[in-house]
């Protein structure tokens, strides 16, 4: 059993296999298990001729890529990833020095539908565990970070189920309430990651030692980022919650950006939602038809859910604003933006847009004097 099958019954795996988790860290097309073992290593002396040597002998026959499978591509993308990424933290473009590998990545994105390098998926969710994890320092640290993305990656993926429910369905319809206190359960999970990730990775480590391995390549022409957490899509929860129709211009701009990098189905679920009406949009407009001295149970229970969500999603990010001011902060930042493109400035207004939401939710329903169960900040 796959994780799809636990988060879509009767869906077809065959047509997500990037749902195959295991088949994927299982997988070494390239051969490239003890090469990646040396990488820390090759990293730490900072040797160039060794990582461009390294990725010149990974570089498969353009032919051979063509005969894989999507689970092969992806295993190869994410080995590829590695050195690709090692060669520009140390001011190496990798396609210039190694040109014969801009062809292979150019056939790995059209097979498995996503950009020509590794994302957070490859690095974090389609990494072997063990002996054989892929990591380009070797420290503990790195391998927390790895391990917070994979916590909350089974739990995403069933948040945007139950996201998808929410918009099909009115604030009158007891599944409204449901489908929300469902997604809350989900993004809990992204609290308690980014509560393991300040246990267990230190800013100072991130922003100075490996950020820096996150860095922007040029494929043909155009940068592509390295596998940030920004990729981790939350802002897919958000669109249904409340961000398609209460927008705003700089996150809507970094959503244009990031949707490239979402797995297939994802960018789908983007297509589908953008320009709809949010859970917030949906309540706000039921509740100007009623008086808030009668309102129905239904609605009611909707309002509540829905505070619910947005006061776990407005927990996140503010506590990943406070995680982001110290890796970026004066004297410890190695440069001005995240890993995933946007300024520390950026996560400040989304943490406010979700704030507003939330008081907005909890406003609506509010009768004199009896603040909404359950909606402390």
């Not at 505070?307 to 410890?332: E, M, P």
């Amino acid at each position: 059993m796959t994780l799809y099958d636990l988060v879509a019954p009767g869906l077809d795996t065959c047509a997500e296999p990037r749902y195959r988790i295991a088949e994927i860290r299982a997988a070494d097309p390239l051969g490239a298990d003890a090469l990646l073992t040396a990488l820390p290593a090759m990293n730490r002396d900072a040797d160039v001729p060794a990582l461009t040597v390294a990725l010149r002998a990974l570089v498969p026959d353009p032919d051979r890529v063509a005969e894989w499978c999507v689970i092969e591509a992806l295993a190869a993308m994410r080995d590829l990833g590695m050195l690709l990424g090692s060669l520009k933290r140390h001011g190496v473009q990798p396609v210039a020095a190694v040109p014969e590998v801009l062809p292979v990545l150019q056939e790995l994105a059209r097979r498995t539908d996503m950009v020509p390098r590794d994302t957070v998926h490859h690095y974090t969710t389609w990494n072997p565990l063990g002996p054989r994890q892929r990591m380009f320092t070797g420290d503990a640290m790195e391998a927390h970070l790895q391990d917070a993305v994979r916590m909350v990656f089974p739990s995403l993926v069933a948040a945007l189920g139950t996201c998808g429910r929410l918009a099909r369905l009115e604030p009158y319809d007891p599944g409204f309430a449901l489908a929300l206190d469902r997604t809350a359960q989900h993004v809990q999970a992204m609290v308690d990651a980014i509560d393991f990730t300040v246990d267990n990775v230190s800013p100072d480590y991130f922003a100075r030692t490996l950020r820096p391995y996150f860095e922007e390549i040029d494929v043909a022409g155009r940068d592509y980022l390295g596998p940030a957490a920004a990729q981790v899509p939350l802002w897919l929860v958000d669109l249904t919650v409340w961000q398609c129709d209460r927008t705003d211009p700089g996150y809507d701009a970094f959503l244009a950006e990031s949707v490239d990098y979402s797995l297939p189905s994802w960018r789908a679920f983007h297509a589908a939602h953008q320009g709809g009406v949010s859970a917030v949009g949906k309540l706000t407009a039921a509740l100007s038809w009623e008086t808030v001295h009668r309102l129905p149970p239904e609605l009611v229970a909707s309002a509540h859910s829905l505070a619910r969500v947005l006061r776990i999603l407005k927990t996140f990010r503010a506590r990943h604003l406070g995680i982001a001011r110290k890796a970026y902060s004066d004297g410890v930042k190695l440069y001005e933006q995240g890993s995933g493109g946007a300024p520390v400035a950026l996560l400040r207004t989304v943490l406010d847009l979700t704030r507003d939401n939330e008081t907005l939710v909890r406003r609506t329903t509010r009768r004199p004097g009896a603040p909404l169960r359950g909606a402390a900040a």
